[in-house]
């Protein structure tokens, strides 16, 4: 075992070139940092990750290639929006100032919606009213006819009843 861990310490300070040296870079490392070099080394084939871009390009230059994309940078909004953004909105995008614009805007159609709805309310309000009156004043109107009808109907039997005494009278006499 302890000659394991000596080999391996050994190996791992062999210096060993970058795995992107034939793309360009120049740096040699211990074996044992070439994993932390990669991780950042600019002649690193990256993917670019602007939404539907399926170009591959070195991480020196990427942030270049993301303001010239051909997918126009657009890319989620890092704050979890939903948005989709070019590269340049990205700098002045506020999701917060932009769902207060949004909620202004809803806040005033629906108010105008209200009010709008009110002013509907207040007109059925005032039909219904007038129609009510008017039912009231046909209900007295029919009760009045009624009245009048009911005293012809009287008049009209008391009056043969009158005729008949009349006649009687007459005979009498």
Known sequence: MVQVNKLRKTIGRLQVKCKNAAAGCLVTCPLAHRKGHQDSCPFELMACPNEGCTAQV????????????????????????GATLAALE????????????????????????????????????????????????LSNFLEDDTLLLNARV??????????MWGAQGQGVL
């Open 58 to 81: 070195l991480r020196g230059v990427l942030d270049e290639h993301r303001q010239h994309c051909q997918q126009n940078g657009q890319q989620r909004c890092p704050l979890g929006c």
């Open 90 to 137: 990205g700098e002045h995008h506020n999701c917060y100032r932009e769902l207060r614009d949004a909620w202004v805007q809803r806040h005033e159609r629906n108010r105008t919606l209200l009010l709008s709805l009110l002013g509907r309310v207040r007109r059925v309000h005032r039909t219904t009213n007038l129609i009510r009156r008017q039912l009231a004043q």
């Open 154 to 163: 009287q008049e009209t039997e008391v009056a043969p009843e009158a005729e």
